[in-house]
């Protein structure tokens, strides 16, 4: 089964800085949709019963911001933005915090809120380019 995650790591290698800006926009925009949204995504890529694809995509692509820094795509200041999105995913990732990658915890967990308002405004300091 090719998740989007499995897609998305094997083409950055080959893409260009913009194709792979787009690609970060498109991982962007699914954290920031709401819990329904994101459920739907993770039953269209076949991972119904966890969220970690969400934030594995956007991992992915977050390790390319430094170069799209460096070639003039993105600013520093949207990168620090970008940053503040994979911070909050990692601050509940690991053992501890298992409970938190169940879909049904989309809608109410807070650190699912704040990653959605994270996301939000990263996408806004994007569009300000």
Known sequence: MNTGREKIRSSNEKMDPQSIKANLIEALRRLAADA????????RIHT??????LALEYYDL??????????????VSQA???QLVDDLLGSFSGRGHSALWDP???DTAKEWDDVRRAARAALSALAAS
């Open 104 to 106: 049904a915890l989309l």
């Open 62 to 75: 977050i390790l390319m911001v430094p170069e799209l820094v460096d070639g003039g795509e993105l600013t």
């Open 36 to 43: 329904g949204q994101q459920r739907e995504y993770l039953n």
């Open 80 to 82: 620090e933005a970008l």
């Open 48 to 53: 119904p019963g966890s969220s970690d694809e």
